[in-house]
C-alpha cells in the first residue's frame, strides 16, 4: 500500500538527549508533492548530513515508477538540491532506502527494485556514482539488514548470508554466517565495529508440516562473529530456548568491538554483551520490558541507548542507557504518551 506523504528533516525524535546539542532543528521539507516514503538520513563526524527516499513519478505518459532521491547538507549549511541515486531509467518500485556515511563524509546508499538490491557511493561534496546491482532477485520482502563503521568497513545481510565491502571499496562474494548444520536460517541484524569485526545475529528454526501446510517453528537466537583478518565465523551457539517466533534481536557495537545484542521473549527485552574473542553474558533485564526494542546504537566507548515503544502508551517512545561494562541502567525521563508522537 502506497501512502502519500512528503520527507521531511529532521527525520527522527530523540529519546534521550544527545551531546553537543540544546534543541532540535525546525523541520526542512526535503521531497516533492507526491508519494514519498523509505526516508533514511546519516550524518559524519563534522556534522555534513545526507538523506535519501523514495518518490513515486511519472516517467512518460500515464506510467508512473518510484526513483531513489537524495539531498545533502554540509556542515552549518542548508540542503541542496535533489539529486536521483537510482538509474536514469529505473526498474518499478525502487523502495526501502538506507544511507550510511564514514567519519570523513563519504555516503553509502541501499535500496530494493524489481531487479534486487542495489548500492551507490556519494564522495563528500560530490556526485552520487553509477548504482551497482548487488544481489539480484533480493526483493522488499527479503530479509536485509546494512552496517558500516566509520571508517568505511561495511556488511549488508542478504537473507542467509551476509556480502563485505573493505574500506578497499571491493565488494566480496556473499558468504555463509551460520555452519551448515543450520538447515533453516532467518537474519535479525548485523554490526560493525571500527576495528573490522561484524557481528551477526540470526534465528535458526525448524518447519513443521501439517498435510498441505508447512510452518516455522522452534526458532532460538544465535550471533555469529567475524574477527577482522579472518575468514571463519564465530558461532554463539544457541542464546535462547525454542520460541514460537522470531528474538528480533537487534546489534549495537562499539571501536573496542564490544558487541550488545537486544532481545525479547514474550513481554519481557533483555540486553547480552560479548567482548571479542569472549562468551556472551547472561541476559540482564532492562527497565522498559513492556514494549518492542525498536532501535539499539552504541557509540565509540561503548555507551548504549535502546529505544522501546511501549504498547500500553501506543505513541510514547522511550529510551535506556546503559554501557557496555556495566549492567546497570538509567532510563532517559519520564515516558508521556505524545512525547515523541509516531503517527500510524
Known amino acids: 500500500m502506497n501512502k502519500a506523504m512528503l520527507i521531511f528533516a529532521p527525520l527522527l525524535c530523540g529519546a534521550a538527549s544527545l551531546a553537543h546539542a540544546d534543541s532540535w532543528t525546525t523541520s526542512t521539507r526535503l521531497s516533492g508533492a507526491s508519494f514519498g516514503s523509505g526516508s533514511s538520513a546519516a550524518i559524519d563526524a563534522a556534522g555534513n548530513a545526507v538523506a535519501t527516499w523514495s518518490q513515486r513519478t511519472t516517467c512518460g505518459g500515464n506510467f508512473s515508477c518510484d526513483l531513489v532521491w537524495s539531498r545533502a547538507r554540509p556542515k552549518g549549511g542548508q540542503w541542496g538540491p535533489v539529486a536521483v541515486v537510482s538509474a536514469a531509467n529505473p526498474v518499478l518500485h525502487a523502495n526501502a532506502t538506507t544511507v550510511r556515511m564514514t567519519e570523513k563524509g563519504a555516503a553509502t546508499a541501499f ?3 524489481y531487479n534486487g538490491l542495489n548500492t551507490a557511493d556519494k564522495p563528500l561534496g560530490g556526485a552520487w556514482r553509477k548504482p ?3 544481489a539480484a532477485g533480493v526483493t522488499f520482502n527479503s530479509a536485509t539488514a546494512f552496517a558500516e563503521d566509520r571508517l568505511g568497513d561495511t556488511a549488508v545481510l542478504i537473507d542467509g548470508k ?20 543450520a538447515r533453516h536460517v532467518s537474519p535479525d541484524d548485523v554490526a560493525v565495529s571500527t576495528g573490522g569485526d561484524i557481528v551477526v545475529s540470526w534465528e ?8 498441505d501446510e508447512c510452518s516455522p517453528i522452534n526458532y ?22 525454542p520460541s514460537s517466533g522470531p528474538h528480533g534481536g537487534l546489534l549495537a557495537i562499539d571501536d573496542r ?4 545484542l537486544s532481545t525479547q521473549v514474550d513481554a519481557s527485552n533483555t540486553v547480552r554483551v560479548q567482548a571479542p574473542g569472549g562468551k556472551w553474558s547472561s541476559p540482564t533485564a532492562i527497565p522498559l520490558s513492556a514494549g518492542r526494542v525498536e532501535g539499539f546504537a552504541s557509540d565509540a566507548a561503548g555507551n548504549a541507548t ?3 515503544t511501549l504498547y500500553a502508551l501506543m505513541t510514547a517512545i522511550c529510551g535506556a542507557d546503559r554501557t557496555f561494562s556495566s549492567d546497570s541502567y538509567a532510563t532517559a525521563g519520564a515516558c508521556k504518551p505524545g512525547r515523541c508522537a509516531a503517527g500510524s
Not at 162 to 181: C, H
Not at 204 to 211: A, G, N, Q, S
Not at 257 to 260: I, L, T, Y
Open 204 to 211: 535458526r528454526y525448524d518447519i513443521k508440516c501439517v498435510k
Open 162 to 181: 551476509v556480502a563485505l565491502r573493505r574500506t578497499d571499496g571491493i565488494w566480496r562474494a556473499p558468504v555463509s554466517y551460520a555452519p551448515t548444520s
Open 111 to 113: 535500496w530494493t527494485d
Open 257 to 260: 568491538g564490544r558487541a550488545g
Open 132 to 134: 551497482t546491482l548487488l
Open 220 to 241: 532460538v537466537l544465535h550471533a555469529s562473529r567475524l574477527r577482522y583478518g579472518t575468514t571463519a565465523w564465530q558461532d554463539s551457539g544457541p542464546l535462547t530456548a
Open 306 to 308: 535502546l529505544l522501546v
